[in-house]
């Protein structure tokens, strides 16, 4: 928490205290019954949805993604078959870099940033996985609600 309120405060200075918001990439809107719908909009749910394959066929099919979810796992065990921790994390950081750059580039157009969005952002990010148990992302999206919570908290422990 103090590195944030460290790193707000000098965003704060760079960039102010308004808000930014870019220009749509794609500017179009469709009329689906009474609601309009942009084409950003539908953009932002085909990238989570691609991301969200994507994220399953690296976990599930590639040596990559089954070392790097064996580190998450047991961190000692992925080391003694030959896994390397520091290299699992700076994958994982990378991964989760390109994520967060594509939806800054999707986003931006539809919601305000303002210089601590980043804060709230990564808030309900953390929250979502915790509620999720951290075991499954698919699963975290369909079904995290306080209902499960109780059930995945005992899986962990």
């Known amino acids: 928490m103090a590195a944030h309120y460290a790193l707000a405060g000098l965003a704060l200075l760079i960039f102010g205290g308004e808000g930014l918001r870019t220009a749509a990439i794609f500017d179009s809107r469709f009329a689906l019954g009474p609601v309009q719908v942009g084409a950003q909009s539908l953009w932002v749910m085909g990238a989570t949805l691609a991301c969200m394959?994507?994220?399953?066929?690296f976990f599930e099919h590639t040596l990559l993604g089954k070392a790097l979810r064996a580190t998450a796992m047991n961190r000692v065990g992925a080391r003694l078959v030959g896994v390397s921790a520091a290299y699992a994390?700076?994958?994982?950081?990378?991964?989760?870099?390109?994520?967060?750059a594509l939806s800054g580039v999707l986003?931006?157009?539809?919601?305000?940033?303002?210089?601590?969005?980043?804060?709230?952002?990564?808030?309900?990010?953390?929250?979502?996985?915790?509620?999720g148990g951290m075991i499954d992302a698919g699963e975290t999206a369909v079904d995290a609600h306080p209902g499960k919570t109780a059930y995945r908290t005992y899986l962990i422990q």
């Open 53 to 57: 394959a994507a994220l399953w066929a």
């Open 89 to 100: 994390g700076r994958l994982a950081f990378g991964v989760a870099a390109a994520i967060g």
């Open 107 to 131: 986003i931006s157009p539809i919601a305000t940033v303002y210089y601590d969005t980043g804060l709230m952002v990564g808030l309900k990010g953390f929250v979502g996985a915790i509620l």
